[in-house]
Nanobody
Framework: QVQLVESGGGLVQAGGSLRLSCATS????????MGWFRQAPGKEREFIAF????????YYPDSVKDRFTISRDNAKNTVYLQMNSLKPEDTAVYSC????????????????????WGQGTQVAVSS
């Protein structure tokens, strides 16, 4: 059974930083690319970061580029999201997800390409 558990969310002031973690189990982690998404109240789920299975390739949308960094530790079966210079509009529930397909190097920014999801962790940024 595949499980993803996010942690590290919380309340932070604008300009602050948080580091999210996503611990996985039940899969051969180093075979799969990973993504982070977020969903704010009343809005659709938004893609915010991708990392391929080896950790070499990453991708971000303009909304978080140069502020957020995705990384992974395949020995710990964990993917991370370092978030800097946080803004109130970053307030959302953040979730990690496992991409479909093994050893896939194609950038995946579409929800439909992700197979397993965590429950999410709340991030709130005050102004």
């Amino acid at each position: 059974q595949v499980q993803l558990v996010e942690s590290g969310g919380g309340l932070v002031q604008a300009g602050g930083s948080l580091r999210l973690s996503c611990a996985t189990s039940g899969l051969t982690f180093d075979m799969y690319s990973m993504g982070w998404f977020r969903q704010a109240p009343g809005k659709e789920r938004e893609f915010i970061a991708f990392i391929n299975w080896s950790g070499i390739r990453t991708y971000y949308p303009d909304s978080v580029k140069d502020r957020f960094t995705i990384s992974r530790d395949n020995a710990k079966n964990t993917v991370y999201l370092q978030m800097n210079s946080l803004k109130p509009e970053d307030t959302a529930v953040y979730s990690c997800a496992v991409s479909k397909g093994r050893y896939d190097n194609t950038i995946r920014n579409d929800i439909g390409h992700y197979e397993y999801w965590g429950q999410g962790t709340q991030v709130a940024v005050s102004s």
